[in-house]
């Protein structure tokens, strides 16, 4: 049985007698050592699947680093592959007191705790650019729960990830910032000051700020009549062309929000929501 206290250090010996690390079987204590100046470990005699046995310190048992005498290694011919790496890592990272990881309580399963049977279970990369990646990013390192992702597939998937939908489309906000060209600080500014998200969007840098000044600036001068007039320019527009410009629906639409609504007719809103569409095309 193991000593309750070891000799050096501080504390009591944690007690790893029957418990299994990979293919490794905890047999009996060995000793406490002490490792340079200030550090301590206490060493295990474990006995491999294989037969082998060998003294093996707490600590490369409880990271993952030490899961067999080296059979396992030989036997797969992975030791100096990304995957085993990764694996190696995933391990690491759940033992620790990581934040995102050991700290909040993600674990590796215990078959997974097992090299052959996480790669037998997961397959090789499908190219350089991919790595492990949790579906369920409260969940833990499993079979069910993981896949091999790319880095952005991987930071769509974080936890924080912002999801914007429009007319049903549902994209993370990087990914509409890439189809629109538009900033996404940019795109949450509009949509922080109640511009809907089409028009957060898609709307040209400047069309919106221009809008604002212009409504502003006919306000104080009294002079809302000049807003009224841009709107009825962009209706005229839309109503003479088959397929309307975009800039003319976004124009319209936004003065129609900055006016009056009792100063508007029904056929001009109609007209409006009829070509809001217009407003999704990319320029």
Not at 4 to 22: A, Y
Not at 202 to 220: D, M, N, Q, S, Y
Request: charged share 30%; net charge positive.
């Amino acid at each position: 049985m193991p000593r309750k206290n070891g000799t050096e250090g501080t504390g009591p010996v944690e007690d790893l007698l029957g418990r299994k690390f990979g293919r490794w079987l905890v047999f009996c204590f060995e000793s406490r050592k002490r490792k340079g100046r200030s550090c301590i470990d206490d060493y295990w005699v474990c006995k491999c699947e294989c037969g082998s046995s060998k003294v093996v310190p707490r600590h490369s048992l409880k990271s993952g680093s030490s899961t067999s005498c080296g059979c396992k290694v030989r036997s797969h011919g992975m030791s100096a592959s990304p995957e085993y790496n990764i694996w190696q890592c995933m391990i690491k990272r759940c033992d620790s007191d990581e934040p995102n990881y050991g700290g909040r309580g993600i674990k590796v399963s215990d078959e997974w705790r097992n090299f052959p049977t996480f790669i037998a279970d997961m397959g090789t990369r499908p190219s350089k650019g991919y790595s492990i990646d949790r579906i369920d990013n409260n969940g833990n390192y499993c079979k069910e729960n993981c896949r091999w992702a790319t880095a952005k597939e991987q930071s769509d998937n974080k936890r924080d990830t912002i999801y914007i939908e429009v007319d049903g489309q549902r994209k993370t906000l990087q990914s509409w910032s890439a189809i629109s060209g538009i900033n996404p600080t940019t795109i949450m500014t509009r949509l922080d000051s109640g511009y809907p998200a089409s028009i957060a969007i898609h709307a040209k840098v400047g069309t919106l700020r221009g809008l604002k000044v212009a409504k502003k600036t006919a306000i104080e001068k009294q002079e809302i009549s000049a807003v009224y007039r841009e709107f009825k320019t962009a209706v005229a527009s839309i109503q003479e062309s088959e397929q309307p410009a975009r800039e003319a629906c976004l124009i319209a639409w936004l003065c129609s929000k900055l006016l009056p609504q009792d100063s508007l007719s029904d056929l001009e809103l109609d007209l409006i929501e009829k070509h809001k569409a217009i407003i999704m095309i990319d320029a």
